[in-house]
């Protein structure tokens, strides 16, 4: 089955970097879109970048272009998030997710940016 296991997260200073991995399972990693959404207390979960094969194009939310950048390992079955330049309304919980037929997310994994 289709298993997305996110890791990464934590406290850190504004101005700070967070690389977040997803590892996934069950499918052809390599032959689907990978994305990273967040959602903060009290807002509606939101896209925050795709990674889409094969050639890996990319797509951001405005919110975190110039900051964020999302890559894929396909060996390892893997996507990441490097999150730099950290504000505090970046604090969310950040979830991977993928769509194979059905829809999967991952656990979340909390960011709290904060001085």
């Known amino acids: 089955q289709v298993q997305l296991v996110e890791s990464g997260g934590g406290l850190v200073q504004p101005g700070g970097s967070l690389r977040l991995s997803c590892a996934a399972s069950g499918f052809t990693f390599s032959a689907f879109a990978m994305s990273w959404y967040r959602q903060a207390p009290g807002k509606e979960r939101e896209l925050v970048a795709v990674?889409?094969?094969?050639?890996?194009?990319?797509t951001y939310a405005d919110s975190v272009k110039g900051r964020f950048t999302i890559s894929r390992d396909n060996a390892k079955k893997t996507v990441y998030l490097q999150m730099n330049s950290l504000k505090p309304e970046d604090t969310a919980i950040y979830y991977c997710?993928?769509?194979?037929?059905?829809?999967?997310w991952g656990q979340g994994t909390q960011v709290t940016v904060s001085s």
């Open positions: 997710y993928t769509r194979v037929v059905n829809t999967y």
């Open positions: 990674i889409r094969p094969p050639g890996g194009s990319t």
